[in-house]
């Protein structure tokens, strides 16, 4: 099994089934943010407490969503890489980590431009916003960390070192509304507390945001 996932991993066969996936990826995304973007902004009724401004969620969830799961998933390929000493593990981290510094950006400004309303203000310093924010510092830290360094090996070392340091911070963000009276909303539950017809089209967005990171990460 080992030696097949290394075989997998060698660089001249990974960039070549990296290289077929793209085209399917990118079309897949497309359809599916397309088809929750339509649905969600154009046709699903408006809210009876945010009327028509609750549909940047459909920006920003996803993106919420995603700026987290990219993180895990840089988690998952910096312990590998450091652990196994896989190179494209390293790789992976700095491919991925660009693309999770935009989303948890998105997410940011959306969840701002949402809040404010609701708010009065475009920020406030509330346990979710501040962890996200928080997040957005790690990426920028794996980024700057990956370019600091002329040895890839040692640069892929110091930015899989920080990225496993910050995961501490995954869970903070997505408990900081259980564990602390906060200004955010709690986590939205997808099967209970939204409107079905407002629900599908988010589901169709999350998704569309996934094949997105999933397209620009490969293409990295």
Known sequence: ???TLHQLAAPPRLYQICGRLVPWLAAAGIIALATGWVRGFGFAPADYQQGEGYRIMYLHVPAAIWSMGIYAAMAVAAFTGLVWQMKMASLAVAAMAPVGAVYTFIAL???AAWGKPMWGTWWVWDA?????LVLL????????LWHAFDDRKMAGRAAGILVLVGVVNLPVIHYSVEWWNTLHQGSTQMQ?????AMRSPLRWAIAGFLLLFMTLALMR
Do not use: C
């Not at 979710?128 to 996200?132: H, I, K, P, Q, V």
């Not at 209970?192 to 079905?196: G, K, L, R, T, V």
């Open 192 to 196: 209970q507390s939204i409107d079905p």
């Open 1 to 3: 099994m080992w030696k």
């Open 137 to 144: 510092f790690l990426y920028a830290g794996v980024i700057a």
């Open 109 to 111: 400004v959306t969840g």
């Open 128 to 132: 979710r916003l501040t962890s996200e």
